[in-house]
C-alpha cells in the first residue's frame, strides 16, 4: 500500500545523454533540503549506473542485483536502511555490469516497498522503456526532459501526440536543456520557440554545465547544486508537488509501446525547420 504522503516523479529522457539523471538527483537533493524523505530508484535497467555517477559506487549497499523478491514483496523499511547513500538521499541503483537486470515484479516490489517509507520516490526512468512494467499508481508525476534543439523538439512532440485522447490537465511537466555544443553559425532554440511548436508550456530551461557533467562523468559525483540552476529546481518541485502534471504517465507509457519517437520523429523534425525559416524571414 502506498504510504498517504509519498509523491512518486518518474524522469524520462526524449534521447540519451542529456543530464536527466542529474535533473532527478537535483531535485531529489531539493526535497531533502526541503526536509522531506526522499529515495531514488534508478529503473534504467541496461543503461543505469546511478550510483557510479553519483559518486557512491564503493559504498557498500543493495542494489537491484542483491534483491530477492520471490513473492512480489519487501519490507520498506528494512530496504531503506540497506540502501548506500547520498546526501541523506536512499540510491536503489541497477548495476548490469555485475548482476543480471532486475525482474518486472522485483522492480514493483522494491518501487511498493519503498513508498511505505518515503515523502518522495524519484524515479529515473532513462527513456521510460520499462515503465509500463512497473504498475505505478495514477497519482504519478511525469517529469519530461527534451533538448531544445530541431531534433530534439520534434522527438517531444511525437511523443506527447501519440495519445490523441488526452487533455491538457494530463500533459507531462517538460523541461528544457540546451544543447552540449553547437556550430558557431547557429544559435540555440529559444523557450518561447519551444513552447509556440509544442504548444505546452515549459517548467523552465537547464543550461548544461561542463564542470558538473565532467564531475558525474568522472564518477565524482555532484559536489554541490550549481546556483543556477536552484529557481528552476525550486519551481519544479513546488510543480511536482502541487500535483500540475498529475496522471500523466500514460502518454509516457504509450507512446514507447507504440514506437512513436522512431516513427514520427524526422517528419516532426522537417516541419520545425520549415516553421522557424519562415519566422527568421
Not at 62 to 88: K, N, V
Not at 106 to 123: C, K, S
Not at 169 to 178: E, K, R, T
Amino acid at each position: 500500500m502506498q504510504h498517504a504522503g509519498c509523491q512518486i516523479i518518474a524522469f524520462v529522457g526524449v534521447s540519451g545523454g542529456l543530464g536527466l539523471s542529474t535533473l532527478a538527483s537535483l531535485l531529489a537533493w531539493t526535497f531533502v533540503r526541503r526536509r522531506l524523505r526522499c529515495t531514488i530508484v534508478d529503473t534504467d535497467i541496461t543503461g543505469g549506473g546511478l550510483d557510479v555517477l553519483l559518486g557512491i559506487e564503493a559504498e557498500s549497499g543493495m542494489r537491484f542485483g542483491d534483491i530477492s523478491a520471490p513473492l512480489g514483496q519487501l519490507d520498506g523499511t528494512a530496504l531503506y536502511h540497506e540502501l548506500p547513500s547520498w546526501e541523506r538521499i536512499g540510491v536503489l541503483s541497477v548495476n548490469p555490469w555485475n548482476a543480471a537486470c532486475p525482474d518486472w515484479w522485483e522492480q514493483q516490489a522494491a518501487i511498493t516497498a519503498l513508498q511505505e517509507v518515503n515523502d518522495v520516490l524519484v524515479i529515473d526512468a532513462g527513456l521510460g522503456v520499462h515503465l509500463g512494467e512497473l504498475a505505478l499508481p495514477p497519482t504519478v508525476q511525469t517529469v519530461l526532459l527534451t533538448e531544445l534543439s530541431v531534433l530534439g523538439l520534434a522527438r517531444t512532440k511525437a511523443l506527447l501526440k501519440s495519445d490523441n485522447s488526452r487533455d491538457n490537465s494530463v500533459q507531462p511537466l517538460l523541461v528544457g536543456i540546451h544543447p552540449r555544443s553547437m556550430p558557431r553559425q547557429m544559435t540555440p532554440l529559444s523557450l518561447d520557440e519551444a513552447q509556440d511548436y509544442l504548444g505546452v508550456e515549459l517548467i523552465g530551461v537547464m543550461s548544461w554545465c561542463k564542470r558538473l557533467s565532467d564531475s558525474m562523468l568522472s564518477g565524482f559525483g555532484i559536489p554541490r547544486i550549481p546556483k543556477q540552476y536552484l529557481p528552476l529546481l525550486d519551481v519544479l518541485a513546488d510543480a511536482v508537488l502541487n500535483h500540475q502534471g498529475e496522471n500523466s504517465l500514460h502518454v509516457i507509457e504509450q507512446s514507447r509501446s507504440e514506437g512513436a519517437l522512431a516513427k514520427d520523429g524526422r517528419k516532426q523534425s522537417s516541419s520545425l525547420d520549415v516553421e522557424r525559416a519562415r519566422n527568421e524571414e
